[in-house]
């Protein structure tokens, strides 16, 4: 597609159940980024995946928070075990071979937990 | 490791009147610094960004920044606000061009008419 999809635009979840947000980058992107932006806290980094490097998974606030990025495309972020906290916008963006300088940022999926 | 600060949650401009955000960082290397816009229920768009080179970089809209780095800042301006730019802006810091973004708290900017 032209630009990072992002779906679903919109998630509500019950406490305590796990979801998984899905972000498709651009074509022939090899990096990809996961920020979460909160009220108050400003957008925080989560993690990063770089072509076939292991991801940089210093952002990730807790073991309930996964991601995985399948054939260097598509990624899935999983949040376990949700809870009221997490609810946040959380972004996706991608670049051409990691040069941050170039992030193209989806318009994120908005989780809310009840 | 790098930190960013924007000082004013919220700015409040007359349309036509200059918009300043105010954007200070701190990088133990030489930082590549970027401001991004986002609209309401939109992701982030870039709006400029300073890499090496001239300190003063234009971006789109008609936006500008300055990299100072005696002082640590790299402000926004606009000569003259219109309407469209109510969003929330962002200061970013990286510390190379293969490195991940810090972010601002974020500022407000609110046009009146």
């Known amino acids: 597609g032209a630009g990072v999809s992002q779906s679903p635009s919109n998630k509500v979840t019950e406490k305590g159940k796990d979801v998984e947000l899905r972000c498709d980058p651009i074509?022939?992107?090899?990096?990809l980024y996961w920020y979460r932006q909160s009220l108050g806290q400003g957008l925080e980094f989560l993690i990063y995946?770089?072509?076939?490097?292991?991801?940089?998974k210093s952002g990730l606030p807790s073991d309930r928070f996964s991601a995985e990025r399948t054939g260097g495309s598509v990624s899935t972020l999983t949040i376990q075990r949700t809870q009221q906290e997490d609810s946040a916008v959380y972004l996706c963006a991608s670049s051409l071979e990691g040069g941050v300088t170039e992030a193209f940022f989806g318009q994120g999926t908005r989780l809310t937990v009840v | 490791a790098q930190s960013v600060t924007q000082l004013g949650s919220h700015v409040s401009v007359s349309e036509g009147a200059l918009v300043l955000l105010r954007c200070n960082y701190s990088s133990s290397v030489p930082p590549y610094l970027f401001w991004y816009v986002q609209y309401p229920n939109q992701g982030l768009q870039l709006l400029l960004k300073y890499t090496t080179g001239a300190t003063l970089v234009k971006g789109i809209n008609g936006f500008e920044a300055e990299f100072k780095k005696s002082e640590t800042s790299f402000h926004l301006t606009k000569p003259s606000a219109h309407m469209s730019d109510a969003a929330e802006y962002f200061c970013a810091v990286s510390a190379s061009g293969y490195s991940t973004l810090t972010f601002g708290k974020g500022t407000m900017l609110l046009v009146s008419p």
């Open positions: 074509s022939g992107h090899t990096a």
């Open positions: 995946f770089q072509g076939n490097s292991a991801p940089d």
